[in-house]
C-alpha cells in the first residue's frame, strides 16, 4: 500500500528591494494562487529599519495564512514573532540557534549541493533543508549546481522537507517536483514579470502532479 505525502508547495522569496510598492504586489501575489511561506530576504539593512520593512508584509503573509520567514537574522525573526528563520552555512548551527529561539519557530538550512551538509542539519534539528541552485538565477549569484539526482535522493531517504531553488520557473519546475521536492523556492520568476500570472503558471504546473510515496 502506498502512502500519500503532501503536494510540492511554493515558497516565494522577496527581491532585495522591498519598499515602494512592494507590500501591494505580495498582497497580488498571495491571492492569485496557493504559497505556503513568504521569506523576508533583505541585506545590509540594520536591524530597526528591517523590521519596520518587515511588519506589513509580514501582516500581509498572517491574512493570507501563508508562514513569514526572515532570511539569515535569528534576531530579527524573534523580534518579529516570525513563524521561522532560513540560516546560510555561516549563520551558526541549527542547535545553537534553536537553543536561542526556542522550540516554535521553524529553521530551514541551505545545504547547496551536499547531502552531508543536509544530513548535519537534520542532525542538529533542521526543520527543511534547501538545496540549489538547480539552474542559472538572475536573483542570487551561486557557486554551487545541484542536480535532481539530489533531491530524489533525499526524498526516498529522509522525512524531513526539502526545498529546491536557483532560477525555478513554471516552464522548468517539472523534474524537481516529480524528483519529490517539498517546495519550490522562487523569486526572480515572479518579481521580474508580471506576479499574479506568474503565481497561477506555477500553481498550474504544481497541479499537474499526484505526489504518492513508494511503498517500501
Not at 510540492?8 to 498582497?27: E, H, K, M, T, W
Not at 528563520?85 to 551536499?114: E, F, W, Y
Not at 542539519?121 to 533543508?129: F, H, L, S
Not at 542536480?147 to 525555478?168: H, K, Q, R, Y
Request: charged share 20%; with cysteine; hydrophobic share 45%.
Amino acid at each position: 500500500m502506498t502512502n500519500r505525502i503532501p503536494a510540492c508547495q511554493l515558497y516565494l522569496i522577496s527581491p532585495p528591494d522591498v519598499g515602494s510598492d512592494f507590500a501591494a504586489r505580495l498582497n497580488r501575489a498571495l491571492g492569485a494562487g496557493p504559497v505556503a511561506a513568504f521569506q523576508f530576504r533583505v541585506k545590509d539593512i540594520e536591524q530597526h529599519e528591517a523590521a519596520k520593512l518587515a511588519a506589513p508584509l509580514q501582516e500581509i503573509c498572517a491574512a493570507h495564512d501563508v508562514a513569514f520567514i526572515v532570511n539569515d537574522d535569528a534576531g530579527l525573526a524573534q523580534r518579529l514573532g516570525a513563524d521561522g528563520v532560513h540560516l546560510g552555512q555561516s549563520d551558526g548551527s541549527p542547535k545553537d540557534v534553536r537553543d536561542t529561539i526556542g522550540a516554535d519557530m521553524q529553521i530551514g538550512v541551505t545545504c547547496h549541493n551536499s547531502r552531508h551538509l543536509a544530513m548535519e542539519a537534520g542532525e542538529q534539528g533542521a526543520d527543511y533543508v534547501a538545496f540549489g541552485a538547480f539552474f542559472p538565477s538572475t536573483t542570487k549569484q551561486s557557486d554551487h549546481t545541484a542536480d535532481v539526482s539530489l533531491i530524489e535522493f533525499w526524498s526516498d531517504l529522509f522525512e524531513i522537507p526539502s526545498v529546491a531553488i536557483g532560477g525555478i520557473t513554471p516552464d522548468n519546475c517539472q523534474p524537481l517536483i516529480e524528483a519529490g521536492a517539498d517546495f519550490l523556492a522562487v523569486s526572480g520568476a515572479v518579481w521580474n514579470g508580471d506576479e499574479v500570472a506568474v503565481i497561477k503558471a506555477f500553481g498550474n504546473a504544481l497541479a499537474k502532479f499526484k505526489r504518492v510515496r513508494k511503498p517500501g
